[in-house]
């Protein structure tokens, strides 16, 4: 018999997710992390401290727009329907403000900033 990764409760995949701040009232609610992705390693590791995904595998750093990082969000997909969840209960996308972003390419943007 397979184990059951999850006992009915809800599930979601957090996208842009930086250090998982967006994703804290899910956890909160019961629902469990099957994927998140962020494309800095600091902001995951904070995730991990506050044990945000069940599997270690589920912490997923890299560029979303890399067919290499989306086949890992799908493999965590899998990975959870073959231990029986068939559904993913919701996608968080939390994509970055381009002008607070330290990723940010475009510092001429301040202006806009400052109106927030």
Not at 55 to 68: F, N, V
Not at 87 to 104: H, W, Y
Request: with cysteine; proline share 3%.
């Amino acid at each position: 018999m397979r184990e059951k990764m999850i006992d009915n409760k809800p599930t979601y995949i957090s996208l842009f997710s930086s250090a998982g701040v967006g994703c804290y009232g899910f956890k909160l609610e019961g629902f469990e992390c099957i994927a998140t992705n962020e494309i800095l390693e600091r902001r995951l590791n904070i995730q991990k401290l506050n044990n945000k995904c069940k599997l270690e595998t589920g912490y997923i750093s890299g560029d979303i727009k890399l067919d290499e990082t989306k086949e890992k969000i799908y493999s965590e997909i899998r990975k959870w329907k073959q231990s029986g969840n068939d559904r993913v209960d919701v996608i968080i996308a939390t994509p970055p403000c381009q002008g607070m972003s330290v990723a940010n390419h475009k510092k001429n943007q301040m202006k806009l900033i400052e109106i927030v």
